[in-house]
């Protein structure tokens, strides 16, 4: 198994609907969750982390945490045409806290 | 300056010569990252450097990569007798300890002819 795993998508949403992009982990031990943004011809952006279960907020995103299934959530609230980009996740490798290990990302596509 | 400089933007070098790509840090952060992405491909983890520790070569696809780093400063990434797979964006990212989140440079846009 692959030490996160994103749906590659692409994934297309409505203007103005919740975008949900979601990633899985295999080690238990992580301790900290990254959500990056990368525009098609630009270098990652981060954009949230989260290091307790439950939600995060900020903005129209919410990051979620579920330590005991090991997935970790970005939901896109009102979502518009400017989020169309690729999403990756990312967290430490075998609980290494410094170096991280990227999922693949999830293209999301905003229809207006 | 405020986040992760790297030279050059662009660079197209012909089969077979050397390159060097250089990245700066944001000031503070204690480790540094490379990695390349191919066209519509994620990002392939090369080197990493932590302070004055041995740095973390196990990402480098073959001898002609090399990367050095001056304590907490510059970083340089070499590659010797480009090859046209090499061709690919080369990403830098400094890392804020505190949180361990990564912060990316512009990347370096690398053709090989």
């Known amino acids: 198994q692959k030490e996160v795993e994103q749906n590659s998508g692409p994934l297309s949403v409505p203007e103005g609907a919740i975008a949900s992009l979601n990633c899985t982990y295999s080690d238990r031990g992580s301790q900290s969750f990254f959500w990056y943004r990368q525009y098609s011809g630009k270098s990652p952006e981060l954009i949230m982390f989260?290091?307790?279960?439950g939600d995060k907020e900020d903005g129209r995103f919410t990051a979620q945490l579920n330590k005991a299934s090991q997935y970790v959530s970005l939901l896109i609230r009102d979502s518009q045409p400017s989020d169309s980009a690729t999403y990756l996740c990312?967290?430490?490798?075998?609980?290494?806290?410094?170096?991280?290990?990227f999922g693949t990302g999830t293209r999301l596509t905003i229809i207006p | 300056g405020a986040g992760v400089s790297q030279s050059p933007s662009n660079k197209v070098t012909e089969k077979g010569k050397d390159v060097e790509l250089r990245c700066d840090p944001i000031?503070?952060?204690?480790?540094l990252y490379w990695y390349r992405q191919r066209l519509g491909q994620g990002l392939e983890f090369l080197i990493y450097f932590q302070g004055n520790s041995a740095p973390d070569k196990s990402g480098l696809p073959s001898d002609r990569f090399s990367a050095e780093r001056t304590g907490e400063s510059v970083s340089t990434l070499t590659i010797q007798r480009t090859q046209q797979e090499d061709s690919a964006v080369y990403l830098c990212a400094s890392i804020f300890h505190r949180y361990n989140a990564q912060y990316f440079g512009q990347g370096t846009r690398l053709t090989v002819t």
């Open positions: 990312a967290l430490p490798w075998r609980s290494v806290n410094e170096k991280l290990t």
């Open positions: 989260i290091y307790s279960n």
């Open positions: 000031s503070g952060h204690t480790a």
